[in-house]
């Protein structure tokens, strides 16, 4: 990574002026990109372990959080926060990653997630911890710095979590922070519900899209309207973005359900995602790029 680390202090002018406030703020945090005192930020934070439906929703909130102009804060982990920031790059929108190690590129972690750490300074956001270079990360750092990711922000949206789990920790700095805290609902069997649920029954905001959010904190911005990705050009096209309306689904059920040839469904699934007009979310599993 070709930038440099550098360090700020809470006197600092340019100091997170939303992170200032917490309770416990770092006195000094060290980071690799564009840092701002003042903005509009949201903390997006979940599972590592995250379903279809997780993923889909958090490219489908965080999208449109991103293009309405809300800077969206997570972890750098693999999961919902991964999504959360590939999401918010995809709109060109500004993301933080905030670590629970040294900055320095030994120290980053995850491993995988490297790339990506040069794709969101790239866009313009920033990687951001108040450990200094050369700090391995143990399991007493990364709950720590989760005070850091709600702290930057206006509030906090936890996508898929279980009951016991890093996301819920965030959720509970936020709500000792006097923050808002969202949690989107899920199916009631699933384990990665649980949170979630647990989160809403004691007083946090279901949220079923970035709509809700933005009412929520009474910010005067406005998701941008798009065209319908949902015509199809064809009666191939049309069947199959049809039957992903209802949510994502794997290549061997979009087959079943619109009982075209696989060499049909794949050549057209792989038109559409070129186009941009589904999303592939691993594993074969598509989505609508809504």
Do not use: W
């Not at 340019?14 to 917490?22: A, D, E, G, S």
């Not at 703020?25 to 060290?30: G, L």
């Not at 804060?73 to 929108?93: F, M, N, R, Y």
């Not at 491993?111 to 200094?132: H, Q, V």
């Amino acid at each position: 990574m070709a930038s440099e680390i550098k360090k700020i202090s809470i006197n600092d002018k340019n100091y997170p002026l939303l992170l200032k406030k917490i309770k416990d703020a770092p006195r000094v945090i060290f980071y690799r990109g564009k840092i701002l005192p003042k903005e509009n930020c949201l903390a997006v934070v979940g599972t590592r372990l995250c379903s279809a439906y997780g993923k889909n929703a958090a490219f489908e909130i965080v999208s449109a959080l991103s293009q309405a102009g809300l800077t969206i804060v997570s972890g750098l982990a693999p999961g919902i926060d991964t999504a959360s920031h590939k999401a918010t790059i995809e709109q060109k929108g500004r993301t933080i990653a905030v670590l629970g190690t040294g900055l320095d590129e030994e120290s980053i972690y995850p491993r995988d997630n490297i790339k990506l750490a040069e794709k969101i300074i790239e866009a313009g956001g920033c990687l951001l911890s108040e450990y200094p270079p050369g700090t391995r990360g143990n399991k007493f750092t990364f709950p720590q710095r989760n005070r850091i990711i709600s702290g930057l922000a206006l509030g906090t949206l936890v996508i898929e979590a279980k009951q016991k789990s890093g996301a819920l920790i965030t959720a509970d700095y936020a709500k000792k922070q006097k923050r808002p805290v969202f949690a989107l609902p899920g199916p009631i069997h699933s384990p990665n519900s649980r949170g979630c649920h647990y989160l809403i029954k004691k007083g946090a905001k279901l949220i079923e899209n970035a709509q809700d959010i933005l009412k929520e904190l009474n910010l005067n911005l406005k998701i941008p309207e798009e065209n319908d990705q949902t015509k199809g050009k064809s009666r191939e096209e049309y069947l199959i973005l049809e039957k992903l309306k209802t949510g994502p689904l794997d290549i061997d059920e979009i087959i079943k359900k619109t009982g075209l040839p696989a060499s049909v469904v794949a050549a057209n699934l792989s038109a559409l995602e070129v186009e941009g007009r589904i999303r592939n979310l691993e594993g074969n599993t598509f989505a609508l790029a809504r």
